[in-house]
């Protein structure tokens, strides 16, 4: 299983971007996708999970109301729709991937319990 994560780039505050994560060698179906994200100096944190044991779909405090996950099973392929973007969501982004996720995936499962995780895109915004 690899996942590929594109999408990143510069953006002003107050803007918004698209990341997709693209799975490879698997078919979505049973599984749980997190989004993550890590700042210079920080450690990685979750920003949104979904989940397909209980239909979860979990944000952050920090991005909710701005941040939307969505899936597309067809093209086996994750996003994250970011807008209102703050300086303070410059980080790079992971997608992680959980194959068979137990119920309550999303709320229960801490990050070092996905099987496959991207390189990462970064994301950065300017003031």
């Known amino acids: 299983v690899q996942l590929a994560e594109s999408g990143g780039g510069l953006v002003q505050s107050g803007g918004s971007l698209t990341l997709s994560c693209v799975v490879s060698?698997?078919?979505?179906?049973?599984?749980?996708i997190g989004w993550f994200r890590q700042a210079p100096g920080k450690e990685r944190e979750e920003v949104s999970c979904i989940s397909t044991s209980d239909g979860n779909l979990k944000y952050a405090d920090s991005v909710k109301g701005r941040f939307t996950m969505s899936s597309d099973n067809a093209k086996n392929t994750v996003y994250l729709q970011m807008s209102s973007l703050k300086p303070e969501d410059t980080a790079v982004y992971y997608c992680?991937?959980?194959?068979?996720?137990?119920?309550?995936?999303?709320?229960?499962?801490?990050?070092?319990?996905?099987?496959?995780w991207g390189q990462g895109t970064q994301v950065t915004v300017s003031s």
């Open positions: 992680a991937y959980r194959h068979r996720p137990l119920l309550n995936w999303c709320t229960n499962y801490p990050q070092y319990e996905y099987h496959f």
């Open positions: 060698g698997v078919t979505l179906e049973y599984y749980a």
